[in-house]
């Protein structure tokens, strides 16, 4: 039995008694670090003009919701994958379709572009990760060259390439993220840690980034060591679901997105929140975010069907964005900052700039 390791006065009460003071304990330690807040720093730092951002490029082939897409790193194409099943690699300059791959499962929650550009990664409800090598040649079956990567026990909710074609990282329905080796599908690292669904995930930005970040279900945000397969930071202050996870471009913080309706930051080196994105009139859960690539700004894709810029130092919306017709379920800034793209619930993504 597990209570048999139990001393004599010691029940499941009392001990879930002391985690709590502990907890509580810890809080007080942090908040002794907490000596100002972002936004008072940043009162001396100069207000952002006025931008103007428009739709420069519509793609239009899905033929159901638009789940989620990656840039290659070519800052060019773009691979989005659908609830009907479709994986399509685009060229965001012409709009032009250049791959499609149709899955054996509906709901493609996730997809990633390899490194090299060579490569894309998707899955979703078939609890599967496929990688499909990218050719021109045009008599090619791309689906005869498929690879099953990772194997989950429930749904794949998100995937992402490490820094070389060779390592693949992903996130689940089963409440784990896991690191996976392409070519021989073996499992490399599993990271056990979250108590729900595995939402989403994010790389570490530094070449030698040997971390992630994983927000899910459980309301917690949480850093992972891929070496050691341990947590080493937890954040818990959303209200609801994490959906978005993103590192700013630094790697010394990250940015999240709940259906709690904030985005937040926070601080790796103070190990804490440092900021919430927020108005009263903001109802709809935040669905996905992003930040610009000197990290001033922060693009949130939200349920509302809007997509809101936030000043990430002052803490304030600068500008809304429409055009969507149905929710934004996925944003992403391009490798050049130049632009960025969203996919949504009406079947399209839009690049703006």
Known sequence: MATDGLHENETLASLKIEAESLKGKLEEERAKLHDVELHQVAERVEALGQFVMKTRRTLKGHGN???CM???????????????GKVIVWDSFTTNK??????PCTWVMACAYAPSGCAIACGGLDNKCSVYPLTFDKNENMAAKKKSVAMHTNYLSACSF?????????????????????ESGQLLQSFHGHGADVLCLDLAPSETGNTFVSGGCDKK?????M????????????????????????????????????CRLYDLRADREVAIYSKESIIFGASSVDFSLSGRLL???????????????????VSILFGHENRVSTLRVSPDGTAFCSGSWDHTLRVWA
């Open 227 to 262: 070496r050691s397969g341990q947590c080493v930071q937890a954040f818990e202050t959303h209200e609801s679901d994490i959906n978005s996870v993103r590192y700013y471009p630094s790697g010394d913080a990250f940015a999240s997105g709940s259906d709690d309706a904030t």
């Open 221 to 225: 945000a949480m850093v992972w060591d």
């Open 65 to 67: 919701k638009v789940l």
């Open 98 to 103: 250049e791959h499609a791959v149709t899955m």
């Open 70 to 84: 990656d840039w290659c790193k070519d800052k060019r194409r773009i691979v989005s994958s659908s609830q009907d």
């Open 162 to 182: 490490t820094n070389s074609d060779m390592q693949i990282l992903t996130a689940s329905g089963d409440g784990t993220c896991a690191l996976w080796d392409v």
């Open 299 to 317: 693009f949130a894709g939200y349920n509302d069907y809007t997509i809101n810029v936030w000043d990430v130092l002052k803490g304030a919306r």
